[in-house]
């Protein structure tokens, strides 16, 4: 599959509504542009008007399809709720949750303001949009949630330096994962695909920034870390969804490591008698 969504990325839905957030730089523009190549009309969320604005304007001259550019911080009630009910229209049939801010820093000094950014945008939102949308994909017998969370869920234990100092950040997207994980075992048997997205360091602009405010400019910038191209990450999540794998790791070939994730953590529920928490 090219970089112009050559081959049905839309799989079993065809032609709809894919919701995107975060869709001002990054992992969410490339996706917006690659389902709107495969025909997919965009509703396109982030906090940037004039970065929407212009990609909405590229899509729609690009690919013929309709871009509708809904300008919202997911970190406020507002926001959240204006989003919120435009999933629940019920149009929507690819959503991406791909919004997320770090916060990086030391545990003792994040500001108290900021760790509540995160968590609104990181969690509650994703909870929120995936809630929203999930019934009436149910209804319609069709539909896609993609849940973008990090391999910094699975790093927990690991000190910072060369990794940031992530408690709050760690956590949220751990939380993403489990959430996703055990939302795709409840929806087992049902049309739905269900996948969380879980990208090593990506060459975007996501370390430019904590998270109080977007990075400025109409130009998407990439951080000096560098990272995987975004192509690829988007490419190793449509070929999961096509598989029908949850848990999707890009740069990880196989199952292996997932699988023997599920067999520690069977193995943490056997020894304590299956007693459950």
Not at 78 to 105: M, W
Not at 146 to 174: D, I, M, T, W
């Given at each position: 599959?090219?970089?112009?969504?050559?081959?049905?990325?839309?799989?079993?839905?065809?032609?709809?509504?894919?919701?995107?957030?975060?869709?001002?730089?990054?992992?969410?523009?490339?996706?917006?542009?690659?389902?709107?190549?495969?025909?997919?009309?965009?509703?396109?969320?982030?906090?940037?008007?004039?970065?929407?604005?212009?990609?909405?304007?590229?899509?729609?001259?690009?690919?013929?399809?309709?871009?509708?550019?809904?300008?919202?911080?997911?970190?406020?009630?507002?926001?959240?709720?204006?989003?919120?009910?435009?999933?629940?229209?019920?149009?929507?049939?690819?959503?991406?949750?791909?919004?997320?801010?770090?916060?990086?820093?030391?545990?003792?000094?994040?500001?108290?303001?900021?760790?509540?950014?995160?968590?609104?945008?990181?969690?509650?939102?994703?909870?929120?949009?995936?809630?929203?949308?999930?019934?009436?994909?149910?209804?319609?017998?069709?539909?896609?949630?993609?849940?973008?969370?990090?391999?910094?869920?699975f790093a927990g234990a690991l000190p910072p330096r060369p990794?940031?100092?992530?408690?709050?950040?760690?956590?949220?997207?751990?939380?993403?994962?489990?959430?996703?994980?055990?939302?795709?075992?409840?929806?087992?048997?049902?049309?739905?695909?269900?996948?969380?997205?879980?990208?090593?360091?990506?060459a975007t602009e996501f370390h430019l920034s904590r998270g109080?405010?977007?990075?400025?400019?109409?130009?998407?910038?990439?951080?000096?870390?560098?990272?995987?191209?975004?192509?690829?990450?988007i490419d190793a999540s449509l070929r999961d969804l096509e598989?029908?794998?949850?848990?999707?790791?890009?740069?990880?070939?196989?199952?292996?490591?997932?699988?023997?994730?599920?067999?520690?953590?069977?193995?943490?529920?056997?020894?304590?008698?299956?007693?459950?928490?």
């Amino acid at each position: 599959m090219d970089g112009r969504g050559n081959g049905r990325t839309s799989g079993q839905e065809g032609r709809g509504t894919a919701l995107v957030t975060g869709a001002s730089s990054g992992i969410g523009a490339a996706y917006a542009e690659r389902l709107a190549a495969d025909g997919w009309d965009t509703v396109l969320v982030a906090r940037r008007a004039d970065r929407l604005e212009d990609l909405a304007a590229r899509l729609r001259a690009e690919t013929g399809t309709e871009a509708e550019p809904l300008v919202a911080d997911l970190a406020s009630p507002d926001g959240l709720a204006r989003v919120t009910a435009r999933v629940a229209r019920g149009d929507v049939g690819f959503l991406l949750n791909n919004a997320g801010i770090n916060g990086y820093g030391p545990f003792a000094e994040l500001e108290p303001a900021l760790m509540a950014k995160v968590l609104h945008v990181n969690v509650l939102a994703v909870t929120a949009l995936t809630r929203a949308a999930v019934p009436v994909m149910l209804e319609h017998g069709r539909g896609t949630v993609v849940n973008v969370a990090s391999q910094l869920a699975f790093a927990g234990a690991l000190p910072p330096r060369p990794l940031p100092e992530r408690a709050v950040y760690g956590g949220s997207k751990g939380y993403v994962v489990t959430f996703t994980r055990t939302l795709a075992a409840e929806l087992g048997g049902t049309p739905l695909r269900v996948q969380v997205l879980c990208p090593g360091l990506t060459a975007t602009e996501f370390h430019l920034s904590r998270g109080e405010t977007p990075v400025p400019g109409r130009e998407q910038a990439v951080h000096e870390e560098g990272g995987m191209p975004v192509g690829e990450v988007i490419d190793a999540s449509l070929r999961d969804l096509e598989k029908g794998t949850v848990v999707c790791v890009p740069g990880v070939e196989g199952a292996s490591p997932v699988v023997t994730l599920e067999a520690a953590e069977l193995a943490i529920r056997s020894a304590s008698r299956g007693t459950l928490a």
